[in-house]
């Protein structure tokens, strides 16, 4: 198998993300640009070799949107002997995560500038990794918007795919609404199956996050949800 699909709506005409134009600090260019260069995997549809871009072999795991990177590197800190692939759109997360990588002298994430639906389709082999992290997509509030929400059948079905037997697909949302999508479509796919009855507690290699306390403060209930792969 090469790893790249031939489902016309794995290519996603309708995208979950907008990369908006915003001010980047100084330091979160250079995180950008110098950073980049010591922590950055191109995007190129070809298979990864995770032992090669990690220099040593290692479970690994993919992170699908990591906003501003912290929570990427205090999990990355917090297991060294694990890979993590961050993948993210917006410039700023980016030049922030390559900066928290420097700034703690970690070696064990690299990180991919591009949509994750292409890195799956083209960059990750099937069976490949041990997890898989999405905390906190953007939750596309207005019913109208609700199609541009990333956990949609079809992308879930790729999930699966990617990951080894028993390994785990890991999401998080302040949104029940959303929380509600993601329980009904990660229940249908029959490569997956549940850990609990519903919802998940918190594992302990999820900290909680800046994004996360703030929501709670707005009375948002944060939900966690947590399946393995068949094997």
């Given at each position: 198998?090469?790893?790249?699909?031939?489902?016309q709506s794995l290519h996603r005409p309708i995208r979950s993300?907008?990369?908006?134009?915003?001010?980047?600090?100084?330091?979160?260019?250079?995180?950008?640009?110098?950073?980049?260069?010591?922590?950055?995997?191109?995007?190129?549809?070809?298979?990864?070799?995770?032992?090669?871009?990690?220099?040593?072999?290692?479970?690994?795991?993919?992170?699908?949107?990591?906003?501003?990177?912290?929570?990427?590197?205090?999990?990355?800190?917090?297991?060294?002997?694990?890979?993590?692939?961050?993948?993210?759109?917006?410039?700023?997360?980016?030049?922030?995560?390559?900066?928290?990588?420097?700034?703690?002298?970690?070696?064990?994430?690299?990180?991919?500038?591009?949509?994750?639906?292409?890195?799956?389709?083209?960059?990750?082999?099937?069976?490949?990794?041990?997890?898989?992290?999405?905390?906190?997509?953007?939750?596309?509030?207005?019913?109208?918007?609700?199609?541009?929400?990333?956990?949609?059948?079809?992308?879930?079905?790729?999930?699966?795919?990617?990951?080894?037997?028993?390994?785990?697909?890991?999401?998080?949302?302040?949104?029940?609404?959303?929380?509600?999508?993601?329980?009904?479509?990660?229940?249908?796919?029959?490569?997956?199956?549940?850990?609990?009855?519903?919802?998940?507690?918190?594992?302990?290699?999820?900290?909680?996050?800046?994004?996360?306390?703030?929501?709670?403060?707005?009375?948002?209930e944060v939900r966690d949800l947590l399946f393995t792969k068949?094997?």
């Open positions: 198998m090469t790893g790249e699909s031939t489902d993300f907008v990369v908006r134009a915003g001010r980047m600090s100084p330091k979160q260019e250079r995180g950008l640009t110098e950073g980049m260069s010591r922590h950055g995997v191109d995007y190129t549809p070809a298979l990864l070799d995770f032992a090669n871009i990690f220099s040593r072999n290692a479970r690994t795991i993919l992170e699908i949107g990591f906003g501003m990177g912290a929570t990427t590197a205090d999990i990355a800190a917090a297991h060294p002997d694990t890979n993590y692939l961050a993948v993210e759109v917006h410039p700023p997360g980016v030049g922030s995560l390559c900066n928290l990588l420097d700034d703690q002298s970690l070696v064990n994430v690299k990180v991919i500038r591009h949509d994750a639906v292409e890195v799956l389709n083209h960059m990750i082999a099937p069976g490949s990794l041990a997890g898989i992290h999405i905390y906190f997509p953007d939750p596309w509030h207005k019913a109208r918007h609700n199609k541009r929400r990333l956990v949609q059948p079809a992308l879930v079905s790729l999930l699966a795919s990617r990951l080894a037997p028993d390994g785990y697909l890991h999401l998080a949302t302040d949104w029940v609404p959303y929380a509600e999508h993601m329980l009904e479509v990660l229940s249908a796919e029959p490569l997956l199956k549940k850990t609990s009855v519903d919802y998940a507690r918190r594992p302990s290699w999820r900290p909680e996050t800046k994004f996360e306390r703030r929501g709670l403060k707005l009375g948002h068949r094997p």
